[in-house]
T-cell receptor, first 112, second 113 residues
Framework: AQSVTQPDIHITVSEGASLELRCNYS??????LFWYVQSPGQGLQLLLK????DTLVQGIKGFEAEFKRSQSSFNLRKPSVHWSDAAEYFC??????????WGAGTKLIIKP | NAGVTQTPKFQVLKTGQSMTLQCAQD?????MSWYRQDPGMGLRLIHY???????DQGEVPNGYNVSRSTTEDFPLRLLSAAPSQTSVYFC????????????FGSGTQLSVL
């Protein structure tokens, strides 16, 4: 069965510093991979997705993620975080049956 | 453009009571789904639908029923509420293919006493 692991429950980063959030998945075939962000009072929003092609994908708000098949990873990165990036981030993997399996989330805390 | 509308936003039930969480979308999306979100567990799929008249179970369907009589509406019914169903519930929709992004409602916070 497919699964998604986000090893970090929370991460604290200084404003202006770089960010990497980790995501590892278990899936037999080529997965559909997503990163969503959940901000207080704003619901869940898609940051980026990967399903084929270039393994480095660009998303909204300056985020990018790299699919590494050999490591079963899809880590999210941002070169310089802003205070408004404080939120909870979820990685998800989709299968061919329209089901998404979600990681437990990583809460991002920004230090001024 | 309303998007995905969930009602109510908050609900308190007693054990054994039944209720329906409403979800409606105005984007003509074929795919609709219900998730529950619990601390430390991410989102878990309860039920989903790929079109009117078609529903299927997700990861955690027990204790919940759904129906999809129209493209727009996808209500979630709790038949006999239990404290284990205390959670935040999200409805989501998309155009239908898995590589399309999900549009989420604002959530329903449910407490079962």
């Amino acid at each position: 069965a497919q699964s998604v692991t986000q090893p970090d429950i929370h991460i604290t980063v200084s404003e202006g510093a770089s960010l990497e959030l980790r995501c590892n998945y278990s899936y037999g075939a080529t997965p559909y991979l997503f990163w969503y962000v959940q901000s207080p009072g704003q619901g869940l929003q898609l940051l980026l997705k990967y399903f084929s092609g270039d393994t480095l994908v660009q998303g909204i708000k300056g985020f990018e993620a790299e699919f590494k098949r050999s490591q079963s990873s899809f880590n999210l990165r941002k070169p310089s975080v802003h205070w408004s990036d404080a939120a909870e981030y979820f990685c998800a993997v989709g299968d061919s049956n329209y089901q998404l399996i979600w990681g437990a989330g990583t809460k991002l805390i920004i230090k001024p | 453009n309303a998007g995905v509308t969930q009602t109510p936003k908050f609900q308190v039930l007693k054990t054994g009571q039944s209720m329906t969480l409403q979800c409606a979308q105005d984007m003509n999306h074929e795919y609709m789904s219900w998730y529950r979100q619990d601390p430390g567990m991410g989102l878990r799929l309860i039920h989903y639908s790929v079109g009117a008249g078609i529903t299927d179970q997700g990861e955690v369907p027990n204790g919940y029923n759904v129906s999809r009589s129209t493209t727009e509406d996808f209500p979630l019914r709790l038949l006999s509420a239990a404290p284990s169903q205390t959670s935040v519930y999200f409805c989501a929709s998309s155009y239908g293919t898995l590589d399309e992004k999900l549009f989420f409602g604002s959530g329903t916070q449910l407490s079962v006493l």
